[in-house]
C-alpha cells in the first residue's frame, strides 16, 4: 500500500488537474474507468516531494479503482479485495482514502456519466485518437500535390452489460475519419455550437432541482 502522504499529495494533483480541465475522466461500463491527462507537470512535479514514478502510477491507479468502486456503489466489496491481496492491507485505511477519492473526484455529474452510459440504448463516447498525415502519392493521380490531413480515430461503445463480449462482436468498436484543415474547422465550430447549446440546457435544468 502506497504511503498515506503520498498517496494524498498524487490525490490532491489529480484533483487540481480535473478542477483545471486537464485531466479527464474516461468511462468504460462495465470495464472501468481511466484517467486522461493532458498535462502531466503537475503528476510529474511530485518527484519533488520523493514520489517515484512507480509511486505515481500507483496512486494514480489506485485513485482511479476506487472512482470506479464509488461509482458502482461497491467500495466494500473492492475494499475487502485489496485488503485479502496485501497482508498488510488495512480495511479502515482503505475506507478512508475511498472517503477522500469520493469526496473529491465523483460528484454528481461524473455520477450521471455513469448513468447515462450504462443505461444508453446507442452507442456512446469512449475516447479519441488522431494523427496528422501529407498525401504525396496516389496510384489513381500522376500529378499529386502534397497536402495535409488529419485521421481521427473516434472510440464508442455499443453495450453496457456486465459481460465484456456479446453476439455481435466485442463491445467498443471504432470509426475513423480524414479531415482537412478547413473541414476540421467546420466541425470544431459545430461541436463548439453543441456545447453551447448542452450548456444552457444544463443551467435550465440546474433550476428545477
Request: charged share 30%.
Amino acid at each position: 500500500m502506497l504511503d498515506r502522504e503520498k498517496f494524498d499529495r498524487v490525490l490532491a494533483a489529480v484533483e487540481g488537474l480535473v478542477v483545471a480541465n486537464e485531466c479527464f475522466v474516461l468511462l468504460r461500463p462495465p470495464f472501468g474507468a481511466a484517467l486522461e491527462v493532458r498535462n502531466r507537470a503537475p503528476i510529474e512535479a511530485l518527484t519533488e516531494h520523493g514520489i517515484t514514478l512507480a509511486e505515481r502510477e500507483e496512486g494514480v491507479d489506485d485513485i482511479t479503482m476506487l472512482m470506479w468502486a464509488a461509482l458502482l456503489d461497491r467500495v466494500d466489496e473492492f475494499i475487502g479485495h485489496r485488503v485479502s491481496e496485501d497482508e498488510a492491507g488495512d480495511s479502515e485505511e482503505w475506507q478512508s482514502r475511498a472517503e477522500a477519492v469520493t469526496q473529491g473526484l465523483v460528484d454528481d455529474g461524473l455520477r450521471s456519466r455513469y448513468r447515462l452510459k450504462r443505461l444508453s440504448k446507442a452507442p456512446a463516447f469512449t475516447d479519441i485518437d488522431w494523427d496528422v498525415k501529407v498525401k504525396v502519392d496516389d496510384a489513381g493521380e500522376s500529378d499529386l500535390q502534397p497536402f495535409p490531413y488529419v485521421t481521427v480515430k473516434l472510440k464508442f461503445q455499443r453495450d453496457f452489460g456486465d459481460e465484456p463480449f456479446w453476439l455481435g462482436g466485442t463491445t467498443v468498436d471504432s470509426v475513423q475519419v480524414n479531415f482537412s484543415t478547413e473541414e476540421l474547422e467546420y466541425v470544431i465550430h459545430s461541436l463548439q455550437r453543441s456545447r453551447e447549446a448542452i450548456v444552457r440546457v444544463g443551467e435550465k435544468l440546474s433550476t428545477w432541482r
